[in-house]
């Protein structure tokens, strides 16, 4: 039951619903919940009295169940479907593991920032089944927000509220020399993400620290069921299972996105060089800098209007890391995966793994685009599931018609290095279910990742 060697199983299952859409208000979950059973039959997952994570969940196991809740509202005007975990797959993941008789179940996740959480779980029509779900199974202790840190913007300028959970519901990781930023570290204060002031980042990282902030419940947990939406990602190329593990972490400040500067002058926001993106990032790091909410205003105004000029002149990559040669968030998002499988509760890392983790992907309707916020739907009809991130992302990666190699986060989850999250090479991840009856679809791309897609969709190299 808890053979942690587990976690790198090279199977992922992909399980093909009679239609690329999810139950109405009215319908129950029932397809979903039988594709999330077959796809647990297939990978050995399930058990005949205890559902589909009957042999995942041991008798009275903690267990956190991580969807993608990344924004109350999708910026581009195309509905939550693309945007987020969809509630049909929240629900049948919860009902399957209660099934299993665990001592706890929790549903978690840190969005961004400016995410409206309540009126994310209203449009969803979670929060009144949360509450109903709470009342009747004593075992399910709700859906938590793990954000120490929220903000508004009011007349273009942020204002946060800071330290909104207390800091002994977190756990502090040090990987120092050991994390994957580690390379790319040096004394110049690089690290950014956005919308953030950089002097609190480069408190987290620095040569020989990099520390993440890591909610109490994850670590706690025996088993981690992680349900991440697969959509397109300016910064990641792709964010599915590997990228999803951003949202164990309760502080922006821990979370290095990119380094400023372009390509030429050693930084990767953007390629080669730009005089009026030099000023756009000087601009925006003075706005983050400020207290001064009039001072913030003039700087954002700043801001804008080198945006606006660099729209006339065609750029759309922005000054974020919005391209392929990003080589900054898959390390960050490996550390946080590392920590997952390694990390123990008093903020130590073990050379075994510590917990279960297994993978279901809401593909039904996928992101594609300008994701993660801004998404357009993609009707795959697909779920798909694994025990290993690395290779349920290989999967993904090609279902969005990319050649997975071109993607940093997924290329490089194969690499060896200490904490591994992989102990088989690409060629050895192994595909059952429904794979043969996925027909390729023209899938849009964030403007600086289109040279990672495939030609032509293809089954082959998997």
């Known amino acids: 039951m808890n053979d942690y060697q587990n976690n790198f199983d090279p199977r992922v299952v992909v399980a093909k619903l009679s239609k690329p859409a999810y139950p109405t208000w009215d319908e129950k979950d029932e397809e979903v919940f039988e594709s ?192 991440p939406k697969l959509k397109t990602h300016k910064k990641a190329g792709i964010t599915c299972a590997l990228k999803n593990l951003i949202g164990i972490n309760g502080n922006k400040e821990y979370l290095p996105h990119h380094r400023i500067g372009g390509a030429n002058l050693g930084g990767d926001c953007y390629p080669g060089d730009s005089k009026i993106k030099r000023v756009l990032e000087y601009a925006a790091d003075q706005q983050n800098y400020s207290n001064s909410r009039p001072l913030g205003r003039i ?63 809401d593909a039904v309707v996928a992101g594609q685009g300008d994701g993660p916020l801004s998404p357009q739907p993609l009707e795959l009809g697909l779920l798909f599931g694994g025990s290993n991130a690395a290779a349920v992302d290989w999967v993904g990666a090609q279902l969005l018609g990319y050649d ?20 088989f090479p690409k060629d050895g991840v192994r595909v059952l279910g429904d794979w043969a009856e996925v027909r390729g679809q023209a899938v849009l791309y964030p403007q600086g990742w289109s040279n990672a897609s495939k030609t032509q969709f293809a089954h082959s190299g998997v």
Not at 104 to 124: K, N, T, W
Not at 332 to 342: F, G, H, K, M
């Open 299 to 361: 700087w954002g105004g700043v801001a804008t209007q080198l945006t606006r000029v660099l729209h006339l002149m065609g750029d759309n990559l922005g000054i974020e890391g919005s391209w392929i040669g990003n080589d900054t968030i898959w390390r960050t998002a490996l550390d946080l995966n590392r920590i997952l499988i390694y990390g123990r509760p008093d903020g130590t890392m073990d050379d075994s793994p510590q917990r279960r983790v297994v993978h279901l992907v």
């Open 36 to 227: 999330l059973l077959r796809i647990a039959e297939m990978i050995e997952w399930a058990d005949g009295t205890l559902g589909p994570f009957g042999k995942v969940i041991a008798s009275d196991a903690r267990v956190l169940i991580k969807p993608n809740f990344v924004l109350h509202r999708n910026e581009g005007g195309w509905g939550m479907e693309p945007m987020v975990t969809h509630q049909s797959v929240v629900r049948a993941a919860v009902r399957a593991a209660l099934l299993a008789k665990p001592s706890e179940v929790i549903v978690g996740d840190a969005p961004i920032q400016s995410c409206d959480f309540e009126h994310l779980l209203r449009v969803m029509n979670l929060q009144g089944w949360a509450a109903e779900l709470m009342r009747q199974d004593s075992r399910f202790k709700g859906i938590r927000d793990f954000r120490r840190t929220t903000c508004k913007y009011i007349d273009g300028v942020r204002v946060a509220s800071e330290n909104v959970l207390p800091e002994d519901l977190f756990v502090l990781f040090d990987l120092g020399a050991d994390s994957l930023l580690e390379p790319i570290t040096d004394q110049s204060e690089r690290f950014r993400v956005t919308c953030y002031d950089p002097r609190l980042m480069a408190k987290t990282h620095a040569p020989g620290r990099h520390q993440y902030l890591v909610a109490r419940d994850v670590m706690d947990a025996d088993v981690v069921i992680n349900l």
């Open 404 to 423: 997975p190699q071109q993607i940093s986060i997924v290329r490089e989850a194969f690499s060896e290095f200490r904490w591994p999250l992989s102990s």
